[in-house]
C-alpha cells in the first residue's frame, strides 16, 4: 500500500504533511490508480500554498469536493442550487471571495428575495469556506460571513369574525361552537375534546378532568359564546355528557378542530392561535394579566405574555391615551 494512502470502506483516502502542516482527505476513488493521481495533485497544490504560490480552487470546486464526502441527495440538490444563486462567487477562487464582495451580492439578492433566503445560501457559503480551510485548499479565511437580522412575522390574531367564515363552510353543527367556546375561554385542546356540559355552571365553565395543569379553573363566558352554545344544542343546554361527541359517542381524536377548519377552508389554525388570540384580546382590553393567567392555567405569568401579540395599532392606541 502507498505510504500517504489509506483505505476507508472502497474509498483510498490520503494523509501527508507538507510545509510543517498536516494534509488529509477523501480522494473519491476506488481505484489505486486514480487515487494516486488525487493525491500527487493534492501534494502539488498543498506545497504551491505552503509557499505562497499555490491557486486556490474556485468556490465551485471547493463544492465539488466537499459533495464528495457526502450522500447523494438532498445536500447535492440545495448545493447546486445555492452554487447557481452564488454563480459570480463560484467562478473566484476560494481566497478572493472577500467581505465586500459577499455584502455586495447580499444587497443584490436582498432586493428581491427575503432575509431568510439571504441568511440560507450565506451559511453555505461559509460552510464550505470552513471546509475549505479545513482540508488545506485556502490559507485563511478570506471573509466575514455576516448573516442579517430577521424581523419577526407578526403572528394571526383571530376574532369572532372567523365564526362567520367557518359556518358558511363547515359541514359540522359542532365546529362552530366548539371553536366559539376555544376563543372566548382559551381551552387547551385536551379540554376541549372532553368538555362535559356538567362543567357549565350558568355561566361559568369550570374545567376539571384530566388537564395539562391538573388543577380546576374556572372561567366567565362572555354571553356571546353561551348563545352559541345555545344555537348548537338548544335553548335548555343538556346538564350531561360530552359537549363535542364523536360518531361512536366518544371524544374526537387530536387534531379534530384544526383539520375540520381546514376543510371548511381555514389552513394553518390550531390551538395554540386560538389561546394566543383570547389572550391578546383579553390584554389589548386591558384585563390584569393575572387573571389571564389563571384564565389559561398557566403556572408562570411570563409564558402567559409570550401568548400576547403586539400590534401597531395598539401602541399608537396606548400612546395616544398616555399622551392625550
Given at each position: 500500500m502507498p505510504r500517504w494512502l489509506h483505505k476507508r470502506g472502497m474509498v483510498w483516502h490520503y494523509r501527508f504533511n507538507a510545509g510543517g502542516r498536516d494534509y488529509s482527505g477523501s480522494t473519491g476513488a476506488t481505484d489505486l490508480a486514480t487515487a494516486k493521481l488525487v493525491l500527487d495533485e493534492a501534494?502539488?497544490?498543498?506545497?504551491?500554498?505552503?509557499?505562497?504560490?499555490g491557486k486556490a480552487p474556485t468556490l465551485g470546486a471547493v463544492v465539488s469536493e466537499w459533495l464528495k464526502g457526502r450522500a447523494a441527495g438532498?445536500?447535492?440538490?440545495?448545493?447546486?442550487k445555492n452554487?447557481?444563486?452564488?454563480?459570480?462567487?463560484?467562478?473566484?477562487?476560494?481566497?478572493?471571495?472577500?467581505?465586500?464582495?459577499?455584502?455586495?451580492?447580499?444587497v443584490r439578492w436582498m432586493a428581491d428575495h427575503t432575509t431568510a433566503s439571504?441568511?440560507?445560501?450565506?451559511?453555505?457559503?461559509?460552510?464550505?469556506?470552513?471546509?475549505?480551510?479545513?482540508?488545506?485548499?485556502i490559507r485563511e479565511m478570506p471573509c466575514k460571513v455576516p448573516l442579517y437580522k430577521e424581523q419577526e412575522r407578526p403572528r394571526p390574531v383571530v376574532g369572532v369574525d372567523l365564526l362567520d367564515t367557518v359556518c358558511t363552510k363547515a359541514k359540522n353543527p359542532q365546529i362552530r361552537a366548539a371553536l366559539a367556546l376555544c376563543l372566548m375561554s382559551g381551552m387547551r385542546e385536551g379540554e376541549l375534546l372532553q368538555a362535559r356540559w356538567e362543567w357549565l355552571q350558568g355561566d361559568t365553565l369550570v374545567i376539571?378532568?384530566?388537564?395539562k395543569s391538573k388543577r380546576i379553573r374556572s372561567i366567565p363566558l362572555p354571553p356571546r359564546a353561551l348563545q352559541e352554545l345555545r344555537t348548537f344544542a338548544g335553548d335548555e343546554l343538556p346538564r350531561?355528557?360530552?359537549m363535542f361527541p364523536g360518531k361512536n359517542g366518544k371524544p374526537h381524536s387530536k387534531g379534530w378542530?384544526?383539520?375540520?377548519?381546514g376543510r371548511a377552508g381555514v389552513d394553518g389554525l390550531g390551538m395554540h392561535r386560538l389561546r394566543a388570540s383570547f389572550a391578546t384580546w383579553l390584554l389589548?382590553?386591558?384585563?390584569?394579566?393575572?387573571d389571564v393567567q389563571e384564565m389559561l392555567g398557566h403556572r408562570y405569568i411570563v409564558t402567559t405574555m409570550k401568548y400576547a401579540e403586539g400590534s401597531l395599532e395598539a401602541k399608537r392606541k396606548a400612546q395616544d391615551e398616555l399622551w392625550a
Open positions: 501534494r502539488t497544490q498543498a506545497i504551491l500554498l505552503g509557499i505562497g504560490k438532498r445536500h447535492k440538490s440545495a448545493a447546486e452554487v447557481e444563486i452564488l454563480a459570480t462567487m463560484a467562478k473566484m477562487p476560494a481566497d478572493r471571495i472577500t467581505t465586500p464582495v459577499v455584502q455586495e451580492w447580499a439571504v441568511n440560507h445560501v450565506l451559511r453555505y457559503l461559509k460552510l464550505w469556506l470552513r471546509y475549505a480551510l479545513a482540508e488545506k485548499l376539571q378532568g384530566k388537564t350531561l355528557g360530552l378542530l384544526r383539520q375540520a377548519l389589548r382590553n386591558k384585563a390584569n394579566p393575572k
